[in-house]
């Protein structure tokens, strides 16, 4: 009996052991994106309004949303099989796909498209690429994958024919590729028509831009690979849409006219192809016009409307036309300060606002088949949380189809009948749920086992933050040490971002922390960290209250947090450090530099320093020009401000960063050197922007150990 006692508490001791397994390094940042991240449902889309698919064991399986009736499709070796795939081409795993009007399934390689037949089993056709091809958009309608080689757009059709769309590719012209740094919503260059009978491109002229020197040391002799690279206040590049007619083989561009330095953004066809809309925004980005032009002429037709601002005007979001009346269309915009979708004719008078109040739409799923029914995504509950909305179009009356606390997504089926809610909250890893339209039928699809489950962690809690200008409350994410005892004193690190469109603290799993904030918490820091003005998901005047200031009123706020550290009993005040890359590194430095009795270590990654030296589009939006805000710049620019450094501080950067080139890091130590300033700097050779994959192990170790010395 004794040693059957015995090997149960043996038992029990190695359970406890299990479950009280310390977070690693390793854990917290490889760990993160594979072994640690939650298990979701594999390749989840919708067939047609009444049948959803999935992947599972390599194998494509097909579930009706009514009933939950399984039915198999097609595995990863039949794939294969059916492709008549050689082993150079085969697919390793069940690849990603998308449905083609709910019967034909497409598949890709990185150069071959392939449209089979699922059900009956047959390949449709097949369009094969060259290896160079880049940035491809597929047109079913047409039968043919566009895409650009180099500088230059082509497009290849089913019938194995290429077409060469441009030509003057080179030498600074690029055509077919995505413009003005990506902002304003941009992903890509190439647009093709509905009917597939038309592509849309982007040609981009960075003639007058400056080249920006990058060095690639690995060479046997250091190579030489300058980037364009427009800086604020200086010549930028002239963007023009060109609009290729598959049938006569011509190409028309559209008359756009005005500073050439405008931007174009955010184009939609209409649904007869006739015509191109565009948000056209003057450099100054403070005055929108939708403009829509004749596809046949290039001419302009009307602008429909104008949107202006005292600070800016950013448009993200092309115009979805009516399925039902092809002469309205609808609209997500922040004119009335918060994002809402809107209703216009073509003629630009506005039928309604759909969706009205002091929150955010961050995402329209579609309409039901009538489009009686709008589905949306929005924060109508709290700024920290996203639910799925169904909105009647005419009465406006909004129902909320989600219960739990938390992020929602949605997938909304194809005729608007059923709704797949992907979903995180603080305790739940995911959560995917079916839902009807009505919010009637509920039926959970998969629930996701905790994988941080045997780990020992810090407690993570919310806490309330007062902004500087006492009109918001801001959300703060506090993590404790792991065995935390009140009675003792401990470090914080603030891990900090603080720019425009970002979200760092919300409702998902964990609050949204890092598991390097765990980690650290695991050797005895407090880990902090809290949205400041300037962030998303709270309204126009929250966001464009930090334009022209960069830094400064992100500043004021983040001292809140620190002031309510200050407050806890067991904090160190002589013991906070912060920690933050990008416009998290430019954060870093103002904290540390501007309030350096109270921040003893910092460690600033790929930090904007003078924002002077960063690109126009972004950087003039928030700033203005230089010429236009020198008393802004100033304040704004980190080595104003290097004579307060006091603390200890660590610059890192990626030697080919061409977001923010290592310039401002190089400016900032030739500053500390001039004036007598201590501070330490580390490079990665390799890497640009951000340090990835498995070097991203030693980036993070080189900033925890760097806390671990100093704080």
């Not at 399986?61 to 009514?66: F, I, S």
């Not at 009007?101 to 056709?125: A, C, D, H, M, W």
């Amino acid at each position: 009996m004794r040693k059957v006692f015995l090997f149960i508490l043996l038992l029990a001791s190695i359970q406890l052991v299990a479950q009280q397994k310390q977070m690693t390094l390793e854990d917290a940042i490889l760990g993160a994106s594979s072994y640690l991240r939650p298990e979701t449902i594999q390749g989840l889309s919708w067939q047609n309004d009444e049948v959803f698919t999935y992947v599972e064991n390599d194998t494509l399986w097909a579930e009706k949303a009514k009933n939950g009736e399984q039915n198999h499709l097609i595995s990863h070796d039949g794939l294969n099989t059916l492709l008549n795939l050689d082993e150079k081409s085969v697919f390793k795993r069940f690849p990603s796909y998308s449905w083609i009007e709910g019967k034909l399934l497409l598949v890709q390689t990185s150069s071959r498209y392939f449209v089979l037949n699922p059900i009956e089993k047959k390949p449709v056709y097949e369009i094969a690429l060259p290896a160079e091809a880049e940035n491809a958009v597929f047109n079913h309608a047409g039968k043919f994958v566009a895409y650009t080689v180099n500088d230059d757009l082509f497009a290849t059709f089913s019938t194995g024919k290429t077409v060469q769309v441009t030509s003057d590719g080179g030498n600074d012209i690029v055509n077919g590729k995505t413009v003005h740094r990506s902002e304003f919503g941009i992903s890509n260059g190439i647009f093709n028509s509905p009917n597939g009978n038309f592509i849309a491109f982007y040609r981009k002229d960075e003639t007058r831009v400056s080249d920006y020197p990058l060095v690639d040391y690995m060479a046997r002799v250091a190579e030489h690979n300058p980037v364009k690279y427009p800086m604020a206040g200086l010549d930028s590049e002239h963007v023009t849409v060109g609009v290729y007619n598959i049938s006569s083989g011509k190409t028309q561009f559209l008359k756009t006219g005005g500073d050439p330095e405008h931007y174009l953004t955010n184009l939609a066809w209409s649904p007869n192809e006739k015509h191109i809309y565009l948000a056209e925004l003057n450099r100054g980005q403070d005055h929108m016009k939708l403009n829509c032009y004749e596809v046949a002429t290039g001419e302009k037709v009307k602008t429909l409307f104008e949107e202006t601002h005292e600070k800016y005007v950013e448009p993200l979001y092309p115009i979805q036309f009516s399925k039902m009346n092809e002469n309205e269309f609808y609209l997500l915009s922040r004119k009335d300060g918060w994002f809402h979708v809107y209703n216009y004719n073509t003629n630009g008078e506005l039928i309604r606002q759909i969706t009205k109040g002091d929150w955010e739409v961050t995402n329209i799923l579609g309409f039901d088949e009538k489009e009686k029914f709008l589905f949306v995504e929005a924060t109508k509950e709290s700024p920290l949380e996203k639910h799925i909305y169904r909105v009647e179009v005419k009465s406006v009356k909004m129902d909320k189809l989600t219960e739990t606390d938390g992020v929602h997504s949605g997938k909304l089926s194809p005729g608007g009948g059923w709704l797949i809610d992907e979903f995180k909250a603080p305790e739940i890893p995911s959560k995917t749920d079916l839902i009807s339209a009505n919010g009637k039928v509920r039926r959970n699809l998969h629930s996701a086992e905790n994988p941080l489950a045997d780990y020992v962690l810090g407690e993570n809690k919310l806490v309330p933050i007062q902004s500087a200008d006492e009109k918001t409350e801001l959300a703060g994410r506090l993590i404790l040490p792991v065995d935390f005892d009140p009675s003792k004193k401990y470090p914080v690190i603030v891990y900090v971002y603080g720019g425009p469109h970002s979200q760092l603290v919300d409702k998902s799993w964990h609050n949204s922390a890092r598991w390097w904030q765990y980690y650290m918490a695991s050797q005895g820091y407090i880990a902090f960290t809290m949205d400041n003005r300037g962030t998303n998901n709270r309204g126009r005047d929250f966001e464009t209250a930090v334009h022209r200031q960069l830094g400064v009123l992100e500043t004021e706020d983040q001292m809140m947090g620190v002031e309510y550290l200050k407050s806890l009993p067991y904090v160190d005040v002589e013991r906070i450090g912060v920690h933050g890359w990008s416009y998290g590194g430019f954060m870093t430095l103002n904290l540390v530099l501007r309030h350096p009795e109270l921040f003893k270590v910092g460690v600033a990654g790929g930090p904007v320093v003078d924002w002077s030296m960063y690109e126009v589009m972004y950087g003039e939006r928030y700033m203005d020009r230089p010429q236009e805000n020198p008393e802004g710049y100033r304040e704004t620019n980190m080595l104003n401000h290097v004579s307060n450094l006091e603390g200890k501080l660590m610059l890192i950067h990626g030697v080919q960063d061409d977001v923010v080139v290592m310039q401002h890091s190089m400016q900032f130590l030739r500053e500390c050197v001039l004036q007598g300033k201590q501070v330490d700097f580390f490079v990665y050779p390799t890497h640009p922007h951000n340090v990835r994959g498995k070097d991203r192990l030693h980036l993070m170790e080189k900033v925890s150990r760097y806390f671990m010395e100093n704080l």
